[in-house]
Nanobody, 120 residues
Framework: QGQLVESGGGLVQPGGSLRLSCKAS????????MLWYRQAPGNQRELVAR???????NYADSVKGRFTISRDNAKNTVYLQMNNLKPEDTAVYYC??????????????WGQGTQVTVSS
């Protein structure tokens, strides 16, 4: 089993930067795809960025060129560097790990969420 603990959210002015961290416990991290989602009030949860265990990365169009996802397998941690933040980036950000278990099924782990507020 695994647990995910996020940190790094907060209040920032438009154009500012934040870095989110998500540390995984257990033995799941290196074999997992790691994803960041966000959910704004009244909206559905949306995928922001993901990094596969192979290192392949992709982003939502809305954050391309501004956000960078990275992983440090030695620290069991995935990061989301967010630059040039906009008010529409305001949301609760969730870390997610996906891993295929020995039975061939997909296991899903979620963090508790961290609030990001972009406002002047």
């Amino acid at each position: 089993q695994g647990q995910l603990v996020e940190s790094g959210g907060g209040l920032v002015q438009p154009g500012g930067s934040l870095r989110l961290s998500c540390k995984a416990s257990g033995n799941i991290f290196s074999r997992s795809s790691m994803l960041w989602y966000r959910q704004a009030p009244g909206n559905q949860r949306e995928l922001v960025a993901r990094v596969f265990s192979s290192g392949y990365i992709n982003y939502a169009d809305s954050v391309k060129g501004r956000f960078t996802i990275s992983r440090d397998n030695a620290k069991n941690t995935v990061y989301l560097q967010m630059n040039n933040l906009k008010p529409e980036d305001t949301a609760v950000y969730y870390c997610n790990a996906k891993i295929v278990n020995p039975g061939g099924l997909l296991d899903d782990y979620w963090g508790q969420g961290t609030q990001v507020t972009v406002s002047s």
